[in-house]
């Protein structure tokens, strides 16, 4: 295996985020995450006995195994990968390492649902709209008005700016596609068992922990992102944009995503969160920034040019380091 050095990772963590601009997740062949949430049925279809109530101590140890596992077997086989790769040639190996980081990001992607929310917004199309909100979100949908519809894709892709970009690139840096990918795992965790209910309370809780952990650096360099990025762009303020995350961010219940939504929220002048529905019960977000004007559909625009800057500032930024220490 060649483990490459920091002026490698940097140029070839630069090539995977424009690889995801041009390509973005790919159709074929089937995505990494969709094995890997594959992966996580099958385990807890095996760890987990429908037909037995058990202790809540024990769901907690299940949770632990099913992380572990999933964790090593997605690190595991990226080793692997790109070892292989590396053997065959140098630039074999770089290749797969670009394209297996590429598919941990997802700037396309998230730009792709957001606009799907967008354009039936603003061709009068409701219904159509509120059918890929429910894409992208776990609230009911069927009664959202325009402006809640927006607001969900917003804060969408506010959200997953740390996911879907800064935190998967962190792990690139640090430790190649195989901890890129062992990243994407544990999100890809938390999304499927990281819930707080009645069924994923314990046996999720080890993975939603851990996803809390691994994006808390990320989270909070995104927040300077995207406050940069405000003051790049015209219409947006940067000083909005911290004062939001410091006097919001922290009321949010996750300890990360609190921050990237009050950045936006700040800069773009609006207020995210409030009130949404879960199965029909009514559930009051925390609300994030100060409302100077309604959120419109416009909105969802304008925070797709903060993940594209914020991307681009990653990239700006790592071959700029490339170049310092090459």
């Known amino acids: 295996m060649i483990f490459y050095s920091l002026p490698d990772m940097l140029w070839l963590t630069a090539a995977a985020i424009l690889v995801d601009w041009i390509i973005g997740d790919p159709k074929w062949p089937t995505h990494p995450v969709i094995w890997i949430g594959r992966l996580i049925a099958w385990l807890e279809q095996k760890l987990r006995r429908s037909d037995k109530i058990e202790s809540s101590k024990r769901l907690k140890l299940k949770g632990v195994l099913l992380m572990l596992i999933t964790l090593a077997i997605s690190y595991g086989v990226m080793w692997g990968v790109v070892a292989a790769a590396s053997l065959i040639h140098p630039w074999l190996g770089y290749a797969v390492t670009i394209w297996f980081i590429s598919t941990t990001i997802a700037v396309k992607g998230l730009k792709q649902a957001a606009m799907l929310v967008y354009t039936p917004l603003v061709a009068g199309n409701l219904q159509e709209a509120r059918k890929y909100v429910g894409y992208i979100v776990g609230r009911d949908t069927d009664k959202l008005g325009e402006s809640e519809a927006a607001r969900a894709a917003v804060e969408t892709v506010a959200e997953n700016t740390v996911d879907a970009l800064v935190s998967p690139i962190f792990f690139a840096l640090i430790g190649g596609a195989p901890l890129a990918m062992l990243y994407r795992a544990a999100n890809t965790l938390d999304s499927m068992v990281g819930y707080r209910n009645d069924k994923y309370i314990d046996f999720g809780s080890c993975s939603a922990r851990t996803d809390d ?23 947006m303020s940067a000083g909005r944009s911290v004062a939001a995350i410091r006097k919001f961010a922290h009321r949010h219940p ?13 800069a773009l002048g609006i207020e995210l969160g409030g009130l949404n529905y879960y199965f029909g019960a009514p559930s009051e977000r925390a609300r994030m920034g100060e409302p100077i004007r309604p959120l419109t559909a416009q909105d969802i625009i304008f925070t797709t040019r903060l993940l594209y800057l914020v991307s681009l500032l990653l990239v700006v930024g790592v071959l700029a380091l490339w170049l310092f220490v090459h």
């Open 213 to 235: 952990v691994l994006n808390y650096i990320p989270a909070r360099l995104t927040g300077a992102l995207l406050a940069f990025s405000a003051w790049l762009l015209p219409g």
């Open 254 to 266: 996750s300890p990360n995503s609190g921050i990237p939504e009050s950045a936006v929220a700040g």
